[in-house]
């Protein structure tokens, strides 16, 4: 049989209850469930370019904002107009801070991306180098987190489009292609085998490692439906060019059964006719 | 009481009159609602929209009535902008204390605008609409209602933002574009009512009206035009002859051609504007430029829609929006056709007629985030959209109904979106690309090509080299606006990767918009190297 506790014990418990009450009635820095409720508000109007609303969310966190509210802060501010250089260079500096005081943390994992997409994207002079070498040694410090993993097809795009050849060198294509076997993510692997192949074809035309690269994306799986239906049918027309018939009416058939209301389907259902006619009258 | 005090007491009951009036209309002012949304116990939806036709005002009144008798406590007003100074409007209205409850879409509503301005549909249009009850959709969702499930394009932000992920717009109508031909004219000149069936047949009839107009000294042309009218005859002439060039330069090979592609097709040198099937289509559009009225590159569409009325042109090319002022209170019968395809004997271009499966659902509506009541708003975008009320959009303006089971009326059936066709080919106009340095290039030379002083040779000479100027002035301008697109992807992504910890929805989201944002940096990327490595 339990017994109450002794008296002396039950008031042991008034100071605590006391300090409780007064946080919650006092209302200033946010309790961790409100913190938290703060933090993911801001993130979902920063997903939906709210930057302004996700700025005021963070700030209400006053101390109890932490690094990856800083790197967070640090990410809207990149893109809250007006933008210029100075702004760029204001949040780079507070990445740099970041990244150094722990580059293994969710904080500076976030940072080291933001310092890569600053150099690759965001300067009105771009350092291409820079950026690639920050993709790289946040993929090697951190593989399989998701920013790493995106990283992946941004340092491919650096290797496939450095201006400064016609056509990558080998090394460049060669870097890029292994970078998918890397990846566990089947939409990032699907991002990449996307991006390798649309290089391909940019250089080179229709050519059987267009073709690989399409069928992998597509058995990856592309994120977006649209993207979908368009690899789909890039497999069915490389196939075609390149005289792989049967893959090619494998794939045109898929697209039929896949695609809704397209402006392709007619042209799809001629050609598929025409072959079928062929193929009756026994024509090559 | 002395007749010397009269104008004393006067002047004081004067002013004690004045005082009771003043505070019986302040006492009947704060029985008033304290917000325009509301009154007399009624709440008031507004929705504003820039489709000022003749036809339309009526329409929108009656929708309204009818969701009145419907929701006795909801007053639905409408509001009518022209077009003119609608993005104007519409600019002052977005931080206005009251702003319209639903607001039209397109005319350069911009992914921040939406994001900040409007509420997502997403997971309403997730959800059948109640108002097609006891139809074959009513367990249907409401996105699935329209013909292209709301799907649009990468493009398209009307409906479905593919850089925001997420739904901001339903749709009313689609737009196509045919001939409008007036047949008792036709008749009276050619003695019968046959309308042309090819290209041949048309330029023979314009050849025809014309020796009928001369030997009866008549002001008549074969072709009522306007700069914009005789931009979308040409445009869709081009798109078909220059299908076949098209998919030589089509980047990945999906059959879709963009004006990006086109571009960079050009910076490489993979078609050239004095070569082959192009060179054949502007020899086409100088023959057809010749059926107009003299300088109608200079007239606006209401001018040509003027000609058309007053029987002093044969044929107009315009679009559905305005088949109710083209088809009706006419003294003469009008037949629609669709236009003619690009000459035989220059047909190497071509693959067939154009596909308008692509075409986007548009006339779309949104809600605004400070709606006072967005429920009723959304619950009047439902039974605007309604199969029921989108069949009488169809029947009382003449529009095409995107709603699924909807019919475009007899009248106009000859617009219903043709869908046993090819995918487009390129426009030389790039109208809606860079910062539009080409479409400039094109407005101004093209008199070179269809005066009666012009020349292919003449216009080819003189658009050389603005051209190639204007074009990369326009990849450059891609280059840069692709870019302002994907640094600003960046802040999202990291949110909705934060998000995807403890939300899989988000996680879903980043990759989509990861994958949306990648694919726009190849372009991006390829736009600047074709730049780079382009013949000068």
Redesign the interface.
Known sequence: MSRAPALPIRLLALPAWVGLAAAGWAGEAPTEPGADALRREAWRAASLLQFDHALHQLAQLGPAAGRHDRAMRAAVLLNRPPRSDAVVARVEAELRELLAGDPDDEAGLLAAYLLARTAHVHRTSPDWREAADGYRALRQRAPAHPLATLAATKLALILLYDPAHRRPPEEAWAEAEALAPTLAEPAARALLHLTLARAYLYYDGVGDAALRHLQAALEAGPSNENVHVNTRIGVAETARELGREALALDAYARFLDEAGVDHRRHAVEVLLREHEADRRSGRP | MTTARLPALLGASLLAGVFLYATARLLQREGEPASPGEAGGRVTVRLAHYLVYESHRPYFESVARDYERLHPHVRVEIADVPIRVWPTWRKTQLDAPDPPDLVQLGQGFT??QM??YLL?LGEEVARPNPYNAGTDLADVAWRETF???L?G??DSSETFN?R?L?YYGVPTYANTVRLFCNLDLLEKITGSRNVPENFEDFIALGEKIEDYARRHRLPITALAGAEEYARLLFTQLFQQQSQRVTRTF???????QSDREAAIAFLRGDWRPDTGTVRSAWAAWRTLGRLYQPGFLGAMRDDAGFLFKQQRAVMIVSGSWDAFHLLTDNPFEVSVLPLPNPPVATSDGR?GPL????LLPSGSFGIMRRSRHPEIALDFLRFLTSRQINQRFADVCLRIPVVRGAHPPPEIAAFAPR??????GFSPYFQNFGRRAVYRVMQTTLDRLVAPSGSVEAFLADLETPFRAALRDDVQAFARDS?RT???T???????????V?EPE???????L???Q??G??DH??A??AL??ANP
């Not at chain 2, 089509?250 to 879709?256: A, G, S």
């Open positions: 992914d921040e994001a900040l997502p013909v292209d499930g799907r394009s990468g593919y925001l997420e089509d980047l990945e090979r999906n059959l879709t693959l596909s308008e499966s692509a869908e046993d066709g090819y995918e487009s870019a994907f640094q600003r960046d802040s999202m992504l990291v949110a909705l990767q934060a998000l995807a403890r988000a996680a879903h989201r980043y990759w989509r990861s994958e949306n990648s694919l940096e190849s990327h390829q600047l190297h780079a490595w």
